[in-house]
């Protein structure tokens, strides 16, 4: 892991409103401790701040991504639309992916959520490791402002 990457996230998430950011770092850590040994990769991209965890091995690898946008941040999943969502949480009319959007980092540890998470996981073949390396991925576009 790159402290200089684990840095860079940190700053990019206090673009965000104190409240955003709030949300973002308090779900990021959450998925860090449900998640031990995902790869977190991170895209400073034009609409949101996208963190995606993963079971490694870069963009293939991901599972669950964590958009962080100028009003809000979601939790999505990647196969969302495979998984199995009693509680009809997830979010979305496309193929595959589909999202809830957090109201607190706390969320993460709803039980609803936690059983999506850990179907997410096994699907994806995710086993639990040492750590959480950060790695900032290139981004050649421009992007919006990151607070409303």
């Not at 969302?80 to 979305?92: H, I, K, N, T, Y």
Request: charged fraction near 25%.
């Amino acid at each position: 892991m790159s402290q200089d990457d684990r840095a860079r996230l940190e700053a990019l998430i206090d673009e965000f409103t104190p409240e955003v950011a709030a949300v973002a770092r308090g779900a990021l850590a959450a998925l860090e401790r449900r998640l031990p040994g995902a790869e977190v990769l991170v895209y400073d991209a034009y609409n949101a701040l996208a963190i995606g965890l993963g079971a490694g091995g870069g963009r293939k690898g991901l599972f669950i991504h964590l958009p962080v946008y100028p009003r809000w941040v979601n939790l999505g999943f990647h196969e969302g639309a495979r998984l199995d969502d009693p509680e009809g949480l997830l979010v979305g009319a496309g193929s595959t992916v589909r999202h809830i959007r957090l109201k607190s980092g706390d969320d993460i540890s709803a039980p609803a959520i936690d059983a999506l998470i850990a179907q997410a996981a096994e699907r994806a073949g995710f086993v639990p490791g040492v750590g959480n390396p950060v790695t900032l991925m290139p981004w050649n576009g421009g992007k919006r402002p990151r607070r409303p």
